[in-house]
Each structure stands twice: as C-alpha cells, then as structure tokens.
C-alpha cells in the first residue's frame, strides 16, 4: 500500500480526502445559492448579496488557505456563468477566478477569523479595482478618473459585502458554531 497515498487520505487539509472534496461542494453549492438571493443590484454589475462570500471563507478558515483558494476559484468560475461580464480574458480572471479565488487567504487567519475575511474580501476589492481602472472605467465613465471610478464603484458593493460577513463571521465565532468545525 502507499504510504504517501493514505496519509493524504486522511490528511484533513488534502483534496485527496474525501470529506474535504465533500464540504467544498457543500460549500461552493451553499455559496452559490447565497449568492442569487440579491439586496442589490448595481446598473454594470455586481451585488450585495446574502451574505455570499462566508461559505468560501468558512471553509478557508476551517481547512486552510490551499482549500479556500480552490473553492473560491471554483465558486469564481460558477458565477461566470451565472453571470458572465466578459470583455477580455485578462478581465475574465481578475473579475472571476482571481477575485473569488483569493477569498481563500482568509484560511491563513484561523485564530482571527473577522480579520481573515477583512483580508480575504479586501482581496477581492483589489481584483475588481484592477480590472476596473484597466478595462471597465474607459467603457462605462471615459471623462472620470478610471481610480475613483473603479474604487467608488466597486467599493460601493465590495464594502457592504465586507460588513454583512464580518458581522456573520463574528456572530459564528462568538456562538462558538465556528470553533465546533474546525
């Protein structure tokens, strides 16, 4: 039998195991239909949702940041096609895969999990500014600062977004619901 092989089975941070494979579906599933209950639509995109962006930073801080940055990738690809803003490849993986992928980093923040999804979801922000001030502000505000355009726009969401799940995260800390998974 492998040695290597079996002690990735049951490693609880390994894709090679089964319950972890398990709760990111689980996750990225839960994430997803989080994420079509919407408060708020903004006119060129993006939302505030239910609180969409926990169950990805909920499963970074459970089983580290490899498993959060895959499922965020994931979850970055399903909302492509949920729905898809697309202009040009560079934009389609800072708008997407990259910008929900780095949601993940918030696993490096275990003890801390209010400032993991402060860190996570700032990364967010950072993808979207980007892609932002390089591709969307010449198309929708030519005549405004592509910097101030993309950083009140993609603020105007991002920021709520950060609110509502760090205030959840938090309140799953403090009942201890949190601490009990992980």
């Known amino acids: 039998m492998n040695t290597t ?3 990735e089975y049951k490693n609880p941070n390994s894709f090679r195991n089964p319950k972890v494979l398990a709760e990111t579906a689980v996750f990225v599933a839960l994430a997803t239909a989080l994420s079509l209950i919407v408060v708020y639509t903004l006119p060129q995109g993006g939302s505030i949702t239910a609180a969409s962006m926990v169950p990805i930073l909920w499963l970074a ?3 580290g940041p490899k498993v959060g ?3 965020g990738v994931l979850y970055g690809f ?3 096609g949920l729905l898809p803003y697309v202009i040009n490849p560079v ?3 800072l ?3 990259l910008a929900f992928g780095v949601l993940g980093v918030a696993g490096l923040f275990q003890k801390y999990p209010v400032a993991g999804a402060a860190v996570g979801i700032s990364g967010r922000f950072v993808m979207h500014f980007i892609a932002g001030v390089v591709y969307w502000a010449p198309i929708e505000a030519p005549t405004l600062n ?3 355009y993309s950083a009140v726009y ?3 969401y991002i920021l709520p977004e950060l609110v509502i799940s760090g205030f959840i995260l938090y309140l799953l800390q403090k009942s201890n619901v949190l601490r009990a998974y992980m």
């Open 61 to 63: 801080l459970r089983r």
């Open 91 to 93: 934009q389609l993986l």
């Open 5 to 7: 092989y079996t002690s």
């Open 95 to 97: 708008d997407y895969p």
């Open 146 to 148: 592509p910097f101030v």
């Open 154 to 156: 993609n603020g105007s």
């Open 78 to 80: 399903i909302q492509l």
């Open 69 to 71: 940055i895959a499922a």
